[in-house]
Nanobody, 127 residues
Framework: QVQLVESGGGSVQAGGSLRLSCAVS????????MGWFRQAPGKGREGVAV????????IYVDSVKARFTVSHDNLKSTLYLEMNNLKPEDTAMYYC????????????????????WGQGTQVTVSS
């Protein structure tokens, strides 16, 4: 089993920055791909960014390209999402997720491909 715990959410004004963290524990050796997803009230869960820690391959949803950066620290078993120039439309609950296989194909894999999830951390951006 893999356990995921997010942190780092909060409330910021438009144009601000936040860094989300996701601590990974349990069978970390089995994790081949990790992602950040978000869900705004009344909307479905949307993929934001995915990284394959072994290769460093990443993919982003178009709306966050050049603003968000996903990274992974193998020594700390932690996934990060650096978010800059935040916009009100980025407001959502952000979740990290993990799976035991990886691919390097677009588009972003859907949430159903990830069996392991954290509890989420809220990001609120005011205008």
């Amino acid at each position: 089993q893999v356990q995921l715990v997010e942190s780092g959410g909060g409330s910021v004004q438009a144009g601000g920055s936040l860094r989300l963290s996701c601590a990974v524990s349990g069978a970390t050796f089995s994790v081949a791909s990790m992602g950040w997803f978000r869900q705004a009230p009344g909307k479905g869960r949307e993929g934001v960014a995915v990284i394959n820690p072994g290769s460093g391959w990443t993919i982003y949803v178009d709306s966050v390209k050049a603003r968000f950066t996903v990274s992974h620290d193998n020594l700390k078993s932690t996934l990060y999402l650096e978010m800059n120039n935040l916009k009100p439309e980025d407001t959502a609950m952000y979740y990290c997720a993990a799976r035991r296989y990886s691919d390097c194909a677009a588009p972003l894999p859907p949430p159903v491909d990830f069996p392991y999830w954290g509890q989420g951390t809220q990001v609120t951006v005011s205008s």
